[in-house]
């Protein structure tokens, strides 16, 4: 098993460039899960899924989209790139939410700057 | 809203235990997880407390007090390995979603 991979793992955008983060996962999983990590801080939910077809917000969700259309892909949109989307992106996936599926798998990052 | 608070950095020496707190203030609470973190790295999953008390793996335990919203991560015969971040992540009303404290950073010495 290969676990959640994303690519690009680096990229530089010139602002207003759109671009997509690409996420696969072989796990099976029916939770996907998109963050962004800051410098020195925590992690923010952009955007989840509980199974192809259904998506959801997170905490920061704006200028952002993604899509599931498969189990296994969950591709992020950055329409529009701004300097304040500068960032880390994870990528994570999970069994479920509950018992002992609800841990979260990640994926290693895609370190965006947008300049 | 949710609200988690931790240590910023803290060091510590090779061999010895480090306890590294938690607090949050939640809207609902499903679960309290521990993630750890190096340097350039994704989050690898420590540990999962939602019933009170503690919850031991190894050289690492997790303790959760939900009556006043508190938890701790131990970890005990410290390594150089451990130098990371480690982060603690709320579940609250919303089963799918979990909301990470910005993290405290472990500097183990020789």
């Known amino acids: 098993n290969a676990g959640v991979t994303q690519t690009p793992k680096f990229r530089i955008l010139k602002i207003g460039q759109s671009m997509t983060l690409q996420c696969t996962q072989d796990?099976?999983?029916?939770?996907m899960y998109w963050y962004r990590q800051d410098p020195g801080m925590g992690l923010k939910l952009i955007y989840y899924?509980?199974?192809?077809?259904?998506?959801d917000k997170g905490e920061v969700p704006n200028g952002y989209n993604v899509s599931r259309s498969t189990t296994e892909d969950f591709p992020l949109r950055l329409e529009l790139a701004a300097p304040s989307q500068t960032s880390v992106y994870f990528c994570a996936s999970s069994l479920g939410t509950s018992g002992d599926s609800y841990e979260q798998y990640f994926g290693p990052g895609t370190r965006l700057t947008v300049t | 809203g949710q609200n988690i608070d931790q240590p910023t950095e803290m060091t510590a020496t090779e061999g010895a235990i480090v306890q590294i707190n938690c607090t949050y203030q939640t809207s609902g609470f499903n679960g309290l997880f521990w993630y750890q973190q190096h340097a350039g790295e994704a989050p690898t999953f420590l540990s999962y407390?939602?019933?009170?008390g503690l919850e031991e793996k190894g050289r690492f335990s997790s303790f959760l007090s939900r009556s006043k919203g508190y938890s701790y991560l131990l970890l005990k015969e410290l390594q150089m390995k451990d130098s990371a971040s480690y982060l603690c992540a709320v579940r609250g009303r919303s089963f799918q979603k979990l909301v990470f404290g910005t993290g405290t950073r472990l500097l183990v010495s020789p």
């Open positions: 796990m099976n999983h029916n939770y």
């Open positions: 899924s509980v199974g192809a077809g259904i998506t």
């Open positions: 407390n939602v019933l009170d």
